[in-house]
């Protein structure tokens, strides 16, 4: 019978609502609900004379600048407010309405109509009950009007009583979030974070943290991410959301053992405490037995249409042929060359007729298009025809998407990156096995190959840190011009691991060369801080001089908690010396100075001096 009722309610409401927009008159409503009412409830005319006061009591209108024009409510002996001229006892006081009416039906309703400058100034009115922007506001994302939906959630969260806030604000606030980074509006993403954690309800601010924990992990910005897990564990301390989001840290900083440890006291923890549904307690346990792969079945469960192709692509690399031999040649300089073969060329023109999107052959890593878009047609077709793997043009463009959509996420790493990776080692072995030369970027089509360690390098850095350093070691033997900037990344990678003597070897190798060019400032603080752990302070004092010659703003941003974030230039390279590229540096190694014992303090130190 409830359901009943709330169907004809919304019916019902929706008619009248139309009738009042005519001429925002009560006599309309009431002739509207004589005439045409009754057919909405069930051809009771009683009910509908009943129901119309009601709705139109709560109802803004315009003429009124958006305030309501309540009706007074009558005395049993009093005339009917329906204007049937009947005692309100023989008349609408005689009828029991089937449920509830919600207070903010007529609101929400018109926020669902109303279109632009009215609905701006109804907004504007500061009228529009919470509840009502919220339930619009969700309904309009739901529908596909990310615009409509932005507007009234804006408006829900620009109230100035945080307290009025109702409950169900969580999934408002997440969707208006998602809205302003699916649309660009970083800034207005941003100041909603900041306000919700100054003044919002503990309720949003451990979300607004757990948000925030998740965008810095999105842009490998781990000790911020670190600082913002630490505040939302002290605002939400028993939220299960926490778990998720600790495995995610911990193993983005490379912690596998202490990722699986800390799942496991998640889940003793929040199942003692017996509120949990079926769903959220099963998922917490196998959280506890495998972080990695429970986080990697969510992911891809989470991928909608994509889910079914990726999990077959999963397979289909788990059970991968060996790679065939390559033809490799050694030219006129002695250099080693990679030759496509007529076979390998049929396989990527094959791959290439579902794919669409080519590699930008003057870039490290990127594509003319993004080939998402198109990978329900790719997916499937690939795993049809494993052969096309054959070819290295097509592991090249198949690891350059993955990295583009996944290179972010340790817990890919094993199932999507390393089988890969195993293939692409193949062949260089083969390359290293036709004796010693280089393998220089531009011969030939070495650039295939050289490009696919790129991007297994990166995609491998988080979920398999060692593997991934191999590789990007192997390709610098192969390739000494260092074509993909792969030394700084072995470099932050040795100094991750704690092999600090590495570090410091590697970095002084590359410093100590006669180029013109700048060295990276990555190279140089890495010196800086290998020098620093393996206690070698004066080394040390004097390797941070031509930093501070270098980029005079990275020891500032390093030591400070909370520095403003600085974008990179319109082609998104941080110019040398300039505040990108310290923020850059920040993002990347910050964590690693904090954990170093004493070594931020040092810093501020060698700052005052």
């Known amino acids: 019978m409830l359901a009943v009722w709330v169907e004809q309610l919304l019916g019902f409401a929706t008619g009248a609502l139309a009738a009042i927009r005519e001429d925002e008159r009560y006599p309309t409503l009431m002739a509207w609900a004589r005439d045409q009412g009754p057919a909405l409830v069930g051809g009771d005319l009683s009910l509908a004379q009943a129901l119309a006061p009601e709705l139109w009591s709560q109802t803004p209108l315009a003429r009124l600048d958006f305030a309501a024009e309540p009706l007074a409510r009558p005395g049993r002996n009093e005339p009917c407010w329906c204007d049937s001229g009947r005692m309100t006892r023989h008349c609408c006081g005689a009828v029991s309405l089937p449920g509830h009416v919600p207070p903010h039906l007529m609101w929400m309703l018109s926020l669902r109509d109303w279109k632009g400058d009215t609905l701006k100034a109804a907004l504007a009115s500061g009228r529009a009950p919470a509840q009502a922007l919220l339930e619009a506001g969700l309904i309009a994302a739901e529908s596909g009007q990310r615009g409509r939906a932005q507007q009234i959630l804006e408006s829900l969260f620009e109230r100035a009583d945080w307290l009025t806030l109702p409950e169900q604000a969580e999934p408002a606030f997440e969707i208006l979030i998602d809205l302003y980074q699916e649309r660009g509006f970083h800034r207005k993403r941003e100041a909603l974070l900041d306000a919700v954690l100054d003044r919002g309800p503990l309720f949003l601010r451990g979300v607004a943290l757990e948000r925030l924990c998740l965008m810095h992990l999105d842009n490998d910005d781990l000790d911020s991410a670190r600082a913002a897990f630490v505040r939302a564990q002290q605002a939400l301390p028993d939220s299960p959301t926490l778990a998720y989001i600790e495995a995610m840290l911990l193993l983005h900083e490379g912690h596998e053992q202490e990722a699986a440890e ?100 003057e870039a490290p890593m990127g594509f003319d298009d993004d080939p998402w878009p198109h990978a329900g047609e790719w997916l499937p077709a690939l795993c049809a025809h494993p052969e096309w793997l054959d070819a290295p043009a097509v592991v090249q463009s198949l ?73 990007a070691e192997r390709l610098l033997t192969l390739d000494d011009q260092d074509s993909l900037g792969l030394r700084e990344l072995v470099l932050d990678q040795l100094l991750r691991e704690g092999r600090d003597r590495a570090a410091l070897e590697l970095s002084e190798r590359e410093l100590g060369g006669e180029g013109d060019e700048t060295p990276p400032l990555g190279l140089l603080m890495g010196r800086v801080l290998a020098l620093y752990r393996l206690e070698r302070p004066d080394e040390a004092s004097e390797a941070l001089a031509e930093v501070r010659r270098h980029n005079a703003h990275v020891l500032a941003m390093l030591c400070a908690e909370k520095p403003r974030p600085v974008g990179k230039g319109g082609d998104g390279v941080a110019e040398p010396g300039s505040r990108a590229e310290a923020w850059q540096y920040r993002t990347l190694m910050r964590d690693q100075w904090r954990t170093t014992s004493g070594a931020l303090a040092w810093l501020q130190a060698q700052m005052a001096d």
């Open 399 to 471: 690891a350059l998407a993955l990295a583009s959509r996944f290179g972010s996420l340790p817990w890919m790493a094993p199932s999507l990156f390393e089988p890969l990776a195993s293939r692409l080692e193949r062949w260089l072995e083969q390359v290293r096995s036709e004796g010693e030369g280089n393998f220089p970027w531009d011969d030939a089509d070495n650039a295939m190959l050289l490009r696919t360690g790129l991007a297994l390098v990166v995609g491998m850095e988080r979920g398999a840190r060692a593997r991934s350093r191999e590789l």
């Open 262 to 361: 800390r799942s496991r006291f998640w889940f003793r923890r929040l199942a003692r405490q017996g509120d949990l549904d079926p769903d959220q307690l099963q998922f917490l346990a196998d959280l506890a037995e495998n972080p990695g792969a429970t986080l990697a079945d969510q992911l891809l469960s989470a991928e909608e249409d994509l889910a079914e192709p990726l999990v077959a692509l999963q397979a289909l690399l788990e059970s991968l042929h060996v790679a065939p031999r390559l033809e490799i040649r050694r030219n006129d300089e002695d250099h080693l060359e990679y030759h496509s073969t007529a076979r390998e060329d049929t396989l990527f023109a094959a791959w290439q007729k579902v794919f669409r999107a080519r590699v930008e052959s």
